[in-house]
């Protein structure tokens, strides 16, 4: 049986961004055995054509928010959303190294959390009773 993870990206005004990194993530997610994803994409209120580019890509969940709430809220909101085993969270922009998603879901096995930087340094933490 496979495992699950979602990944969440909240967005607000990335028009010229976002395709890129939803194909990125959907190639990195492609490349890992063993576990099934699902893209979440929560548009936070965008005012550009972040709607538009979102419309157009396939195999992703799309949530709106009508107005723009905040980083926070487009967390929350992908997060209560979601039901997968582990969640990936990163940003419209690209920023992070989203190759290191192997690495990341290969150290957590048996881990509570599992934190990646932009550096491609990796911290897992074990649970602690």
């Not at 979601?82 to 150290?107: H, K, R």
Request: aromatic fraction near 8%; proline fraction near 3%.
């Amino acid at each position: 049986m496979k495992k699950s993870c979602a990944v969440i990206i909240p967005i607000y005004n990335e028009e010229r961004a976002i395709e890129d990194t939803v194909t990125s993530i959907q190639h990195f997610c492609s490349s890992v055995p063993g576990y099934e994803f699902e893209i979440i994409c929560v548009n936070d209120g965008s005012s550009d054509a972040t709607a538009t580019v979102l419309s157009r890509l396939h195999g992703i969940t799309v949530i709106t928010h009508d107005v723009n709430r905040g980083y926070g809220a487009a967390l929350r909101t992908g997060l209560d959303y979601c039901s997968q085993e582990w969640v990936f969270i990163t940003d419209a922009d690209g920023t992070y190294p989203l190759a290191d998603l192997p690495n990341l879901l290969a150290n957590a096995e048996g881990a509570d959390m599992v934190v990646g930087n932009r550096q491609g340094l990796v911290y897992s933490e074990r649970g602690r009773s």
